[in-house]
């Protein structure tokens, strides 16, 4: 088992920059894949980021490419999602969640555990 908390959320303005963390305990964080997930309002969730178990491979949603930066801290057990450049668009919860598998997934349902959620409100 691990537990997910996510933080850093916030209110900013558009063009502004906001560092997201997700802190694990609990079993060996090293052993999990990790992923970013958003929700907007009244849409669906989706992928923003992910990042391989141990760190070389960092994979990306395109409306996010080139302003997020995803990464982790084994020895902190924490990852981490730098968000620059913000939009309004980019209003929503987000959610970061793990895997027992070396490789990531774009797909929800291939994560076993997930955070609460760190709202992110981006203003225009």
């Known amino acids: 088992q691990v537990q997910l908390v996510e933080s850093g959320g916030g209110l900013v303005q558009a063009g502004g920059s906001l560092r997201l963390s997700c802190a694990a305990s609990?079993?060996?964080?090293?052993?999990?894949?990790v992923g970013w997930f958003r929700q907007a309002p009244g849409k669906e969730r989706e992928f923003a980021a992910a990042i391989r178990r141990s760190g070389g491979s960092t994979y990306y949603e395109d409306s996010v490419k080139g302003r997020f930066t995803i990464s982790r801290d084994n020895a902190k057990n924490t990852v981490y999602l730098q968000m620059n450049s913000l939009k309004p668009e980019d209003t929503a919860v987000y959610y970061c969640?793990?895997?027992?598998?070396?490789?990531?997934?774009?797909?929800?349902?291939?994560?076993?555990?997930w955070g609460q959620g760190t709202q992110v409100t981006v203003s225009s």
């Open positions: 609990g079993r060996t964080f090293g052993s999990y894949a």
């Open positions: 969640a793990a895997r027992t598998s070396y490789f990531v997934s774009r797909r929800q349902d291939e994560y076993d555990y």
